[in-house]
C-alpha cells in the first residue's frame, strides 16, 4: 500500500551514481532550462510541471528502480504521481541537488538547447546533423522540417534503431517539454 506521506530516502550524488551504475533510472523532474543548465550524467528529463506521469511511464521500463531529482520539497509529489500510475519503484531523491553538482561536477553535464536561429546555423554548417521530429502524427499531419526524420515520442525507445548514434542530432517538438525528454533519452542511450 503506498504510504503518500513518506518522502523517499536522501541519497548522495555518490549513492545515485553507484545505484545508476546497477541499474536505476535518474530522473531528473526539474524543468527543460534548469536540466540543460546542469544535470547527473545518463539522467532522463521529465518535467512534474508538464505531464510528468504520462510522459515518465512512456519512457521509463516498468519495474525499473528509480532515483528523482527534484526541486527542494517536490520528491514527495513526484514519487506520488509516479505511484499512480504503478511505478512505485522510487528507491531514493538526490539531496540538494544544486550543491551536489556544484561539489561534484565530473558527474554533471550540460545539454544545449537552441532556437530558430540556433536551428538555421546547424542545418546550414553540420552536414551530418540528424533533426528528430518527435510529435505526434497529429501534430507531425501539419508539416515538419524538411528532412526530418519523425518518431512520436511515445516510440523513441523502440525505434532507437533508426537513428545514428555518431551524428549530431537535434530533438524539436512544438514547445520544448518533450524534446528535452527525448534529448536526455538520446543521451542516456549514448548518443553523444
Known amino acids: 500500500i503506498l504510504d503518500e506521506t513518506a518522502t523517499p530516502p536522501s541519497l548522495t550524488l555518490a549513492d545515485v551514481v553507484r545505484r545508476q551504475r546497477t541499474g536505476a533510472i535518474v530522473l531528473d523532474t526539474r524543468d527543460p532550462e534548469q536540466f ?6 545518463g539522467a532522463v528529463n521529465v518535467g512534474l510541471a508538464g505531464r510528468y506521469a504520462e510522459f515518465a511511464g512512456g519512457v521509463i521500463q516498468p519495474g525499473a528502480p528509480i532515483v528523482l531529482v527534484t526541486d527542494p520539497g517536490l520528491e514527495l509529489e ?4 509516479l505511484a499512480r500510475i504503478g511505478f512505485d519503484t522510487v528507491v531514493g531523491h538526490l539531496a540538494d541537488p544544486v550543491r551536489a553538482m556544484q561539489d561534484h ?3 554533471v553535464v550540460r545539454s544545449a538547447r ?7 546555423a546547424a542545418l546550414a554548417t553540420e ?5 528528430v521530429d518527435i510529435r505526434q502524427p497529429g501534430e507531425t499531419a501539419l508539416g515538419i522540417i524538411p528532412g526530418a526524420i519523425v518518431i512520436p ?4 525507445n523502440e525505434q532507437l534503431a533508426r537513428l545514428d548514434a555518431s551524428k549530431p542530432t537535434i530533438v524539436y517538438c512544438a514547445a520544448g517539454y518533450r524534446s528535452s525528454i527525448a534529448a536526455s533519452l538520446l543521451r542516456s542511450a549514448g548518443f553523444a
Open 114 to 120: 537552441v532556437d530558430v536561429d540556433g536551428l538555421d
Open 127 to 131: 552536414p551530418e546533423l540528424q533533426l
Open 153 to 156: 515520442l511515445t516510440r523513441l
Open 105 to 107: 561536477p565530473d558527474e
Open 78 to 81: 513526484a514519487k506520488n504521481r
Open 36 to 41: 540543460a543548465q546542469g544535470h547527473v550524467l
